[in-house]
């Protein structure tokens, strides 16, 4: 573990960092600093009480520093300076990984907790291949990418693994993204459900000025002869209409709030559905 708290340190590391960034056209890193700071002292220190202030306090100089210096960089954080965010590192990280676990159904959860202290924009979410590494889960391409727009969006596997099918699946995911994203990074954040308690985890983005929004869901269980699931929408302009893009359907806004829209019921576990809505001209 280096010694931030040492100037002289903090010194060698912004001269050997610049070194390799001033190499090529660097426009993202991650700053990954998973290990846990245990037993802390510095042979420099008058007071071994501050070595663990003093050592974030270097850690913000550092990136303050190579920030004024490369500001076209994104610095994403990662477990530096807190257990994986704190709004002091948020200042020079505007993006932090959310976890390393990536199965799309424990994501579901880490992302409800986590966005109850920090905007979509700053959480780190990829899809990661299946079976997952840490659990052995098996889950629908489709159902990881809608978890995985829940956050900056991204991918982590192997392209030589996937089939022809999946990659297209991929570019198909991608061109949907980069078409909601000022949505889901700008809009007005809607937690729908609660997925430690109910049968399905789903969530809302609505913009500024309720013309739009987008409304994400993944089923949790599956039974035999299930009812359908109505998710109850939130923050839309009342006594108004919006329109689902890809059915065309029509729909009350207060409808869409008080009886909600329905869910379909397919077979296979952990579905998942996206539909976006516009705001049309027509009114109650």
Same mark, same amino acid.
């Given at each position: 573990?280096?010694?931030?708290?040492?100037? $002289?340190?903090?010194?060698?590391?912004?001269?050997?960092?610049?070194?390799?960034? $001033?190499?090529?056209?660097?426009?993202? +890193?991650? !700053?990954? %600093?998973?290990?846990?700071?245990?037993?802390?002292?510095?042979?420099? *220190?008058?007071?071994?009480?501050?070595?663990?202030?003093?050592?974030? /306090?270097?850690?913000?100089?550092?990136?303050?520093?190579?920030?004024?210096?490369?500001?076209?960089?994104?610095?994403?954080?990662?477990?530096?300076?807190?257990?994986?965010?704190?709004?002091?590192?948020?200042?020079?990280? @505007?993006? /932090? !990984?959310?976890?390393?676990?990536?199965?799309?159904?424990?994501?579901?959860?880490?992302?409800?907790?986590?966005?109850?202290? #920090?905007?979509?924009?700053?959480?780190?979410?990829?899809?990661? =291949? +299946?079976?997952?590494?840490?659990?052995?889960?098996?889950? @629908?391409?489709?159902?990881?990418?809608?978890? *995985?727009?829940?956050?900056?969006?991204?991918?982590?596997?192997? @392209?030589?693994?996937?089939?022809?099918?999946?990659?297209?699946?991929?570019?198909?995911?991608?061109? $949907?993204?980069?078409?909601?994203?000022?949505?889901?990074?700008?809009?007005? #954040?809607?937690?729908?459900?609660?997925?430690?308690?109910?049968?399905?985890? =789903? !969530? $809302? %983005?609505?913009?500024?000025?309720?013309?739009?929004?987008? +409304?994400? =869901? +993944?089923?949790?269980?599956?039974?035999?002869?299930?009812?359908?699931?109505? /998710?109850?929408?939130?923050?839309?302009?009342?006594?108004?209409?919006?329109?689902?893009?890809?059915?065309?359907?029509?729909?009350?806004?207060?409808?869409?709030?008080?009886?909600?829209?329905?869910? @379909?019921?397919?077979?296979?576990?952990?579905?998942?559905?996206?539909?976006?809505?516009?705001?049309?001209?027509?009114?109650?």
């Amino acid at each position: 573990m280096l010694d931030l708290s040492r100037k $002289e340190v903090v010194d060698y590391l912004f001269e050997a960092m610049c070194g390799v960034l $001033e190499q090529g056209n660097i426009e993202y +890193v991650k !700053w990954d %600093m998973n290990r846990s700071l245990a037993d802390c002292f510095s042979l420099s *220190a008058d007071d071994q009480g501050r070595v663990m202030y003093d050592y974030v /306090i270097g850690l913000y100089e550092l990136l303050e520093r190579l920030l004024q210096r490369y500001p076209n960089i994104l610095f994403e954080g990662c477990s530096g300076g807190g257990g994986r965010f704190d709004a002091g590192m948020l200042y020079y990280t @505007p993006q /932090i !990984w959310c976890s390393d676990n990536s199965d799309a159904r424990d994501r579901l959860d880490i992302q409800y907790g986590t966005s109850f202290g #920090y905007p979509v924009s700053a959480v780190g979410s990829h899809v990661s =291949a +299946v079976p997952n590494h840490q659990n052995g889960r098996v889950t @629908p391409l489709r159902t990881r990418a809608v978890t *995985a727009m829940a956050g900056t969006f991204g991918y982590e596997l192997d @392209p030589q693994k996937l089939s022809a099918e999946e990659k297209q699946e991929i570019k198909n995911q991608i061109k $949907e993204y980069k078409k909601y994203a000022p949505l889901i990074q700008n809009g007005l #954040y809607y937690r729908l459900t609660n997925p430690f308690s109910q049968g399905v985890c =789903a !969530w $809302e %983005m609505v913009s500024e000025d309720l013309s739009e929004f987008l +409304v994400s =869901a +993944v089923m949790l269980e599956v039974h035999g002869n299930m009812t359908v699931q109505y /998710i109850r929408l939130k923050g839309l302009e009342r006594n108004c209409l919006y329109q689902e893009e890809e059915s065309g359907k029509v729909y009350a806004s207060d409808a869409l709030m008080e009886t909600g829209i329905p869910l @379909p019921v397919e077979m296979g576990q952990y579905q998942a559905y996206q539909m976006y809505f516009h705001k049309i001209n027509s009114s109650l």
